[in-house]
């Protein structure tokens, strides 16, 4: 019940704040099958920035391609750069040591070179459909060597209506 004078109920949980940013990117991916968004926050739950799946500058969005199979080089792979890349390279503040990561799926093994080497030290991850997949046990286990703990988003179901 309200009380006057207090503070509102049902605000958003830091990790709900963090995750909804994080996934609210990846709404601004082009790719038609993943849609991954990324929210770096610095130990005092500040957001330092954000990131998600997209071809690099200059790369039309409508030149390359999206789809998945075929020739290599006639498939997105070869060109995507990941969420978690975009977040850690759009930040221009400096450090990111000790910043925790909030993404939609689960890193890759590349992405967790970057964020090893980045100096960030927690995610919180949403999906994790490819746990199974060399890429992303290799993630895990580097992350393991370097100390970096990962743990999976607690969904609280709550709905999120934004018009705009
Ligand atoms: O960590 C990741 N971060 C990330 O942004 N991605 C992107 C690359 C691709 O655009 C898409 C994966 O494509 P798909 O699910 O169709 O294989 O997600 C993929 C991973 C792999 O775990
Ligand atoms: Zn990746």
Same mark, same amino acid.
Do not use: A, L, T
């Given at each position: 019940?309200? =009380? =006057?004078? #207090? =503070?509102? #109920? !049902?605000y958003l949980s830091w990790d709900e704040y963090f995750m909804g940013v994080a996934m609210l990117s990846g709404m601004r991916s082009k790719d038609p099958h993943s849609q991954v968004g990324a929210c770096i926050v610095s130990e005092d739950n500040k957001i330092l920035s954000m990131g998600y799946n997209g071809f690099p500058k200059?790369?039309?969005?409508?030149?390359?391609?999206? !789809?998945?199979? !075929?020739?290599?080089l006639d498939t997105k792979y070869l060109y995507v750069t990941h969420s978690e890349l975009n977040a850690i390279l759009n930040y221009r503040g400096g450090s990111l040591e000790g910043a925790k990561l909030y993404v939609s799926l689960f890193p890759c093994n590349e992405c967790a070179k970057a964020i090893i080497q980045a100096g960030i030290k927690t995610i919180v991850y949403d999906c994790d459909k490819y746990a199974d997949t060399p890429s992303v046990i290799a993630s895990k286990k580097m992350l393991d060597a370097a100390g970096v703990r990962y743990y999976k988003y607690n969904r609280t179901d709550r709905e999120i209506t934004i018009k705009v």
């Open positions: 019940m309200d =009380k =006057k004078g #207090q =503070k509102r #109920q !049902g200059g790369c039309s969005d409508d030149e390359f391609p999206w !789809g998945r199979e !075929g020739d290599p």
